[in-house]
């Protein structure tokens, strides 16, 4: 799959239509408007350029994904371990706990994490 980059604007934009998907596009451009301030040809614009990313479809006036939220953050964040840290989960995880103190919850849910991962 071809990596999907998305601006700011356009990952609040998927945001939206994630959190209540299916949606109709006529009820998405009330909630761009209400929520981005975006016109109708705005929000049409930017989910036609979404839908050819492959990210998200528009048949028939409903949206829906193609990639879920946690799909396509899962390879943001593949994509900047193996980049950043030589696909070493354990560099990402040395470097981001050397400056933030974790919580006994995140470390418990971490742990949770790993022992899923492993069976």
């Known amino acids: 799959m071809a990596e999907i980059q998305l601006g700011a604007v356009e990952a609040r ?9 299916p949606v109709t596009s006529g ?7 209400d929520k981005l301030a975006w016109k109708r040809t705005t929000t049409h614009t930017v989910l036609h350029r979404l839908c050819g990313k492959g990210l998200f479809q ?7 994904s193609l990639l879920s939220r946690q799909e396509f953050y899962a390879l943001h964040s593949k994509k900047y371990v193996d980049e950043t840290f030589a696909g070493s989960l354990p560099a990402f995880l040395a470097a981001f706990t050397s400056e933030k103190k ?3 919850e995140e470390i418990t849910e971490i742990r949770a994490l790993i022992d899923r991962a492993g069976e």
């Open 102 to 104: 974790l919580t006994a």
């Open 13 to 21: 934009f998927a945001d939206i239509i994630w959190e209540r998907e």
């Open 58 to 64: 528009n048949n028939d006036g409903v949206v829906t």
């Open 27 to 33: 009820e998405l451009i009330k909630l761009a408007a």
